[in-house]
C-alpha cells in the first residue's frame, strides 16, 4: 500500500482525537457524565482519503503519488460577489455541465470517463470553470447548482456566518461566562 508522506496519518489523529475529546468535555458539562474515547489511528487515515476510496468503488479509478493536481487545485471557486466551496467528482459532472447551461467546450467525449475528466483534462478544465463562475453571482451559482442537486457551499466570513439569520433564530451561537476568558 502507498503511504502518506510524512506522519499525515498521525496528524489526522491528532484532529480527530481532539475533536472526540472537546466533544467529551462539552457533553460532560452539560450531563455530568464522562466518556471514554477509543480512536482508531486507521479509522483516522481513512476520513483523509475517502475520495480515493470512493472513487475506486465508484468509478475504477485508482491513483498514483503523482496525482498533484487534487492536492494542488481547491474546490474553492471564485465567483462575481465572493467564493464558493464545490467539489466535483466524476459522478456529478453532467450536472455540473447542465448547471453551466451545456457549454460546447464542456461536450468533449474525453471527459465522460473518470480518468478523462479528473485525470488527463481536469488542468485545462479548471480555469474555464473558474471563468464560468466568475460571471456569476455566488448566490446564482448556488440556486444552478442546487437545482442540479450539486454539493456547493458560499464561503462566509465570520461576521457573516455570524449575522446570518438561520443561525440567531436556531440560537446557535450563544453568550457564555467563561471563567478564564471572560
Not at 489526522?12 to 472537546?22: D, K, L, P, Q, R
Not at 503519488?65 to 471557486?77: H, I, T
Not at 460577489?81 to 457549454?103: H, L, T
Amino acid at each position: 500500500p502507498m503511504k502518506l508522506p510524512g506522519h499525515s496519518g498521525d496528524f489526522a489523529s491528532g484532529v480527530i482525537a481532539a475533536i472526540n475529546t472537546m466533544s467529551a468535555v462539552f457533553a460532560a458539562q452539560q450531563t455530568g457524565l464522562g466518556q471514554h474515547i477509543d480512536l482508531s489511528e486507521q479509522e483516522a487515515v481513512a476520513s483523509i482519503v475517502c475520495h480515493e476510496i470512493g472513487d475506486y468503488f465508484d468509478a475504477g479509478i485508482t491513483y498514483q503519488r503523482d496525482r498533484k493536481y487534487r492536492w494542488e487545485e481547491s474546490p474553492k471557486y471564485p465567483c462575481s460577489d465572493g467564493f464558493i466551496m464545490m467539489n466535483i467528482p466524476f459522478q456529478f459532472w453532467e450536472g455540473v455541465v447542465r448547471m453551466m447551461d451545456s457549454p460546447e467546450w464542456a461536450q468533449n467525449p474525453e471527459y465522460k470517463t473518470p480518468v478523462g475528466l479528473l485525470h488527463d483534462h481536469w488542468k485545462e478544465i479548471q480555469p474555464r470553470l473558474i471563468a464560468w463562475f466568475k460571471q456569476h453571482t455566488c448566490a446564482e451559482v448556488v440556486k444552478r447548482a442546487m437545482a442540479q442537486r450539486l454539493d456547493i457551499s458560499i464561503v462566509q466570513s465570520a461576521k457573516e456566518i455570524s449575522d446570518n439569520p438561520m443561525f440567531e433564530e436556531r440560537g446557535f451561537f450563544v453568550e457564555i461566562d467563561h471563567k478564564k476568558a471572560g
